[in-house]
């Protein structure tokens, strides 16, 4: 491997890690707080791509000039959360919280089913193509290869931004506090005047809005179609499963370890690159079954 | 309508092994990868040994289901609820992707043929093979039926249900949880084959479909139809499942996924019991009735 | 002569709490040994660790003899330690004899895939166990409907069915009516000596200790503080001050 194809499969992976972190972090940040882990959660990052990509070719169809297609991601991820995320909350996981976790997991599921239907009904099967964003922002020469401004520089710092400002909201902030303590203890947060309803709306708005942004921002780099909202779900558990539910930081740390781990592959043995990611996660969990960053939950007898 | 009921009858054995591990209260998203292997071992032992009897593609077929199911459990017995569902879930769109990857062994999308075997080295004829199909489903299910149930009542299978109210008595009884885990797994294992390897003989292809989240999903739905942890159910579930999709493809093929997603949260908000908690509901109805008439 | 269970140097903090503080214990076959003291002095988690549930910091537990600290419930389980916990733990979706059962195909390792449990040879007995803590009535029973008391003593029964060698109970008549706390006691201390198992109980009421102990050792501040016959150790002013006084 000489080092123009190394760099290239540096490049590969970061861009890749950032755009999984985006999307995991969402989902552990829905199962820290609520305890509940979204398998709608690829859907909604499916769905994310798909309506940035119909906005933004209905915005430039009307005229409009392409740097658009920036708010469009953002609009998107929001209308993501709030249009999506939120009654999904609101309607059926809120019934389901006391109920036992198989049935938990049975019902996220089911809303997964339904969602992947949804999404062929509106977008059809056909893949959708829309790099608007990607070829305005243009290629950067780093070092001796050419690599595209949105994937080496865009992407990466929207996942530290994110990475920060998620630390800096849930440390620092009342609102974050209220979500931390209410992590911790539901019912001390609740007999402290903390209205935890309000809390597990607003946090799964924030984590499926945090799937749609991944949705959106990935939608430049890659042909949308049937299907990615499976796999999305399945890599980014295994990112979120690698690091230890509910981690955030160390999502960080394994999003990049597995982007990095099948981005090389993609050079190395191009047919194992989905396979990869989950040999990091099968090898990371033999020896820590609780992930990198988890500890093991002790019961109390 | 016979082939129609063979599939209903093999899907209906795979689902058991679904409703098996969900008496000890877990809940696999992958169990479409034991399903798909036995499929596959049948047809490897078609392609590599050809005109090998049924019998030799069936047992090869169930041994290459449970090998897989026991080095498969070996890891995810030791985990529970969201961590089992999703490793099974990302074992099988691993296998998914290694059918798809590396199709100069397996076909990728267009999957493997498994033409007609002999029965008991004789020769048949299409019609008389299918029959003999149907019938041999259904001699496995009602066999394999009556074994879960026994089972379930055994002291292993009694075991094994402990693991969904408490494992920290499991342990101080001086059981360790993942081999009393690992025991329903591998049965849970053997069960998909067993339907894998039937569909497979009677459809006579097999593709990566067979691995897909989606065939996974579909048997999770049936044994939460039939009515979660029963065995008849899961049988009667696969039953109605099949026949209703055979006539509502016509107008619901495009959105069948999304009807099954909001039949499963139906059943789960407002009948937890499936049919067979419908039908014990309704038996109990009609007694009481009785008991109150006399 | 090696002792029953024997613990030497046991030492286990959380955070900054200190719950065992260089505990050496010796018990000996045939005496029952009462564990007092005040709410979070250690006792539980002296079960804890004996049992392997919690691995301490320092120090080793030797059961008949050989050292038992490395390993898990299970394998500590299997070699004639017992468990009943403060919060019974039981196999809620099962009835009181099908506890019993599934604790008896534990011990006797049954395989059998077709005969189904409640057929097995092993039910006589369980069924007599039931009986010995007077609770045939409630055989047929759901555990989770069952009164706490009912729970407790199922919780007891079930770790007796083992038949361990040695019993470690966790508060065993907490959650039973006091009116019928001795009575709980005359049956369990009367089902211990026919099973010939040893106990070690961890007791709130003193009255219990006094009559159903052979011995008592007082727990403090993660320490042992005294340890003697219930006469000498109840009577005695510290032991009065710093644990009975507390209590009543």
Redesign the interface.
Known sequence: MNLTLFLLALFDGIAYAALVFIVAVGLTLI?GVMRI?N?AHGSLYAMGAYLTASLTTFVLAAGLPPIFAFPCMLVSAILIGVVLGGPLEWL?LR??YHK????Q???T??????L???Q??IWGTQPIFQSTALQLMGNVRAFSVNYTVYQLILLPIVAITLLIGLRFFLRRTVAGKLILATTEDREAAQAIGIDADKVFLLTFIVGAGLAGLGGALASPTTSILPGIG??MI?LS??VV?TAG?GQIEGAALTALLIGLGRSFAVYVWP?TQ??VP?LI??AV??VR?EGLFGSPAA?K? | MQVLLTLALAKGIAVMGITVL?RS???S?GHALFFAIAAYGGAFTLMLMPGADLIVVFLLGLIAATLSGVLVGL?VA??R???F???N???S??FW??LE??YHYTGGADGMRLPRPTVLWIEMERGTYELFMFYLSLAMAVGLGWFSMRWLESPTGQLFRTIKTNE?RLQYLGMSPQRVMMNGYVLSAMLCGTGGILMGLVQGVVTPEYAY?IRS?EM??IA?LGG?GSVPGALVGAAIYEIVRTYASAFAG?????V???F??II??FA?GGIAGIYNTLMDRIAGTKERGE | MTHLLETKGLEIRFGGVVAADNISLQIDAGKNLAIIGPNGAGKTTFL?ICTG?LKPSKGKVYFEGRDVTPLSPRQITRRGVARA?Q?P?LFTEHTALENLLIAAAARDQLRNPIRALKDTRQRAEMMNLLDMINCTDVAHRQVDELSEGQRKLIDIAVALALKPKLLLMDEPTSGVASSEKFGVMEILVRALAEAEVTAVFVEHDMGIVEKYADEVAVWNMGKIEMRGSPAEVLEHPDVIRDVIGEVV
């Open positions: 199962f882990l398998v059926l019934r389901i036992p976790e198989v049935l997991l049975l019902v599921f089911a809303i997964f089913m339904i992947e239907d949804v062929r009904l499976a796999d399945v558990f295994a499963a539910l047919e989905v396979l989950y996660m099968v969990l033999l079954p019961r007898i | 969900l209260g877990q809940v998203f890891f030791r985990y609820f969201i961590f569902a999703m490793l879930l990302a074992f769109m691993i992707s290694i990857k590396f920290t989240w999903g999770v739905f939460v979660a495009d959105v069948w996924q999304m099954l997603g909001i499963l949260l789960i908000l937890p | 804890n549930w916990f919060i733990q």
